[in-house]
């Protein structure tokens, strides 16, 4: 049995486009003649990297707020403690526990869901964010 054609097109018959990194797709299966409507699909790729230094302290933080796509965070190499990632409400007993030089990344829309907390007061962290 061939494989059954696929062709990529909008509502109106048109050539897809992509917006804001999204491509909607409704494929249509000549064999069967119905029409598959599959929704969005996200183009993977990053257009913008940023980096930094953040200072944990004994309080859990919130990472901060920018939109990204993931999040790359290592335990600075210096620290003596501890640096825990979690949700609002992370404890120096929950969460992602980084020993120094460790790295924690995640797929994630805003690093204000991500919150920070170290057992050593003024340990740092080193943020790499792909957008």
């Given at each position: 049995m061939p494989h059954p054609k696929v062709k990529i097109s909008d509502d109106s018959g048109n050539a897809v486009s992509v917006t804001d990194n999204r491509l909607d797709v409704?494929?249509?299966i000549t064999v069967a003649s119905d029409n598959i409507d599959i929704g969005d699909v996200q183009i993977l790729g990053y257009?913008?990297?940023?980096?930094?230094?953040?200072?944990?302290?004994?309080?859990?933080?919130?990472?901060?707020?920018?939109?990204?796509k993931h999040v790359d965070i290592m335990a600075n190499i210096s620290n003596t403690g501890i640096v825990y990632i979690g949700a609002s409400g992370v404890s120096a007993t929950t969460g992602i526990g980084l020993y120094p030089g460790d790295v924690y990344s995640v797929d994630i829309d805003d690093t204000d869901l991500l919150y920070v907390i170290s057992t050593v007061s003024g340990d740092d962290i080193n943020v790499v964010m792909f957008r």
């Open positions: 409704n494929a249509a257009s913008v990297v940023t980096h930094g230094a953040v200072n944990v302290t004994d309080s859990a933080v919130q990472l901060g707020s920018a939109t990204v």
